[in-house]
């Protein structure tokens, strides 16, 4: 060993590694005799042919392995494994050993966390809208105002209809009411959304009417856009969104610091109609919809989120590995501790994530390459535990509660810790105490979106994902800053002061509100009948139809009784009035 000189600390030679690495090279050698006795074979074989005797044969068959005098079988050695030290680091099985606590040590995190300054101090005793707006920013619906009006105009030019020709120019503030109002029927469910605007007293509703009439409501939510599809790339399948992710994570990211702890999982996005990366999940409630990867900190911050578009179309998210490497991009050379799922984890993911000073763990699935047999294969009773590191100080456990938990640290070695559990102590590993507390940062997150949640069946999925990210993963994100900085409050007040927000944004200035209806009166002129009478509007223009204009001023009637309401003063009787005009 000492004649070999080597010294480097990820090549743990034995006295059995130089065995098997002489062994291999004895093989390479005898390969290579093989070689030279062809290539002599053929060239006398040549030389016979020919006929030429001056063409010498050649006179040593091992040329191409000749050693110096100089040149020891240890130097020669040495320089095999020098030349082929990346193939062996690859292929050769990772060492294991019994826990020694000597985990890796990365940076210590010294990074602020929670809201960041100065945003802490200004919004100290600020409302709601405050906290949301500073998210979800009046930049957006501006640009939302803006898409929404240039594809209803694009629409109405392209097929035409009634609806459509009404169409009026929208702007922020009534998309901000538009929203406010999806919330609010989130808040209080009804089965229709044209109930809300129902007359029936079961379903009257006075919120919704007040603040925009439902045919605009339905124009605004048939016509709701994000994006310019003339301008966009249409070869990225989530074009339609991908912007609003982008300023949304921005957001996330600007004004917030996550904690030490941070958690990458994914969510579902329910969506029951046809699309080509729509995903089925047994376990959940909708058992189909869009998946959303999210890197979130506790306790439920939504850090950063990316849109699973599909194997065969993804860049970044096309392995585990990729997806958790992709998201905490950010916060890597922190010292952060990144907590996965089993199928993120595995020791390619613990390794990358250590040489950019960041902790992994999580659980891990037993059929992970380079993991120790003697710790996935072991037999154990409830309570029972085995555990084995390697040369990194990556800790592999195998412990059994009700069944069996298998798990991956970087920065726990074998230790237990009592936790309490319904009035009883209990004794569990503490990578799975700190597992579980990471863990659950998804869990809330995922738990305050689904309290009064807005979303209903739509027919596009972009409308769908949109009002997922702004009314549910923004929403409770502005409400876990508001109660670190404020006051504790639950997640329904919030909302409902949320509504009062968005609907009262845009009172100074125009909403396509419901007109007033007329009530239409028949009344009697005063003075002489025979001086104020006049032609019945409706009995004249019947009779021009029926008898033409000659005979129309002999057939129709002439009252004295007129509508005040209409410009015009125009005269009816009272059959015409009831027929055409009283409910105009």
Request: proline share 4%.
């Amino acid at each position: 060993m000492s004649e070999l000189d080597i010294n480097s600390e990820d090549l743990f030679f034995t006295q059995d590694n130089l065995y098997e690495i002489d062994l291999l090279e004895k093989s390479l050698l005898n390969k290579v005799d093989t070689l030279c006795d062809n290539v002599y074979d053929l060239e006398e074989d040549l030389c016979t042919e020919s006929g030429d005797e001056n063409i010498p044969p050649p006179k040593n068959r091992r040329r191409l392995c000749i050693r110096s005098d100089s040149e020891s079988e240890c130097d020669s050695v040495e320089n095999f494994v020098t030349q082929n030290v990346a193939l062996m680091s690859s292929s050769r099985p990772q060492k294991w050993r019994e826990p020694r606590g000597l985990q890796p040590s990365v940076i210590a995190f010294t990074e602020p966390t929670g809201i960041k300054k100065p945003y802490d101090i200004e919004l100290r005793n600020a409302d709601p809208g405050a906290y949301f707006s500073l998210l979800v920013s009046d930049e957006i619906f501006e640009e939302i105002a803006v898409q929404t009006n240039l594809y209803a105009e694009r629409r109405e030019s392209s097929k035409p209809s009634s609806r459509l020709n009404s169409w009026k120019s929208t702007n922020k503030n009534e998309v901000k009411a538009l929203f406010g109002l999806i919330m609010y029927m989130g808040l209080i469910k009804l089965p229709k959304i044209t109930l809300y605007w129902s007359t029936d007293r079961v379903f009257k509703q006075t919120f919704a009417p007040s603040i925009i009439s439902r045919n605009r409501f339905e124009l605004l939510l048939q016509n709701l856009h994000f994006v310019d599809n003339e301008t966009a790339d249409t070869t990225d399948r989530i074009y339609k969104i991908r912007s609003l992710i982008d300023t949304l994570n921005n957001s996330f990211r600007r004004y917030y610091s996550p904690k030490e702890e941070v958690c990458v999982d994914e969510s579902q996005v329910p969506y029951p109609g046809r699309l080509i990366f729509r995903q089925y999940n047994k376990s959940k409630r909708h058992k189909y919809g869009m998946k959303l990867f999210k890197l979130c900190t506790i306790p439920g911050y939504t850090c950063k989120l990316e849109l699973y578009a599909g194997k065969n179309h993804e860049q970044l998210n096309t392995t585990p590995k990729n997806v958790v490497m992709s998201l905490c991009k950010e916060i890597l050379d922190l010292g952060h501790t990144v907590a996965t799922d089993n199928w993120y984890t595995s020791l390619d993911l613990a390794n990358e994530l250590l040489d950019r000073y960041t902790h992994l763990v999580g659980t891990l699935r037993k059929n992970r390459k380079g993991l120790p047999k003697q710790v996935i294969n072991a037999k154990l009773k409830p309570g029972q535990s085995v555990a084995m590191e390697n040369e990194r100080g990556i800790t592999v456990l195998h412990w059994k509660d009700k069944r069996s938990v298998f798990m991956l640290s970087t920065k726990h070695s074998k230790g237990f810790a009592s936790v309490h559990k319904k009035g009883k102590v209990i004794r569990k590993p503490k990578m799975v105490i700190a597992y579980n507390k990471a863990k659950g940062s998804v869990d809330m997150s995922d738990q305050m979106s689904a309290y009064s949640s807005p979303l209903r069946k739509t027919i596009k999925w972009y409308k769908n994902l949109g009002i997922e990210l702004i009314l549910n993963t923004a929403v409770v994100n502005a409400w876990i800053m508001f109660c670190e900085n404020t006051t504790q409050q639950g997640i329904v007040e919030f909302r409902r002061q949320l509504v009062e927000y968005l609907v009262d944004s845009g009172k100074n200035e125009s909403i396509s509100k419901r007109p007033k209806r007329l009530k239409h009166t028949l009344k009697a002129k005063e003075g002489k009948v025979r001086q104020s009478r006049r032609f019945c509007v409706e009995c004249y223009k019947t009779s021009v139809t029926t008898f033409g204009s000659r005979l129309a001023k002999n057939k129709a009637k002439k009252v004295a009784t007129y509508c005040p309401e209409c410009p015009g003063l125009p005269h009816y009787c009272l059959q015409c009035f009831n027929k055409c005009h009283r409910y105009l």
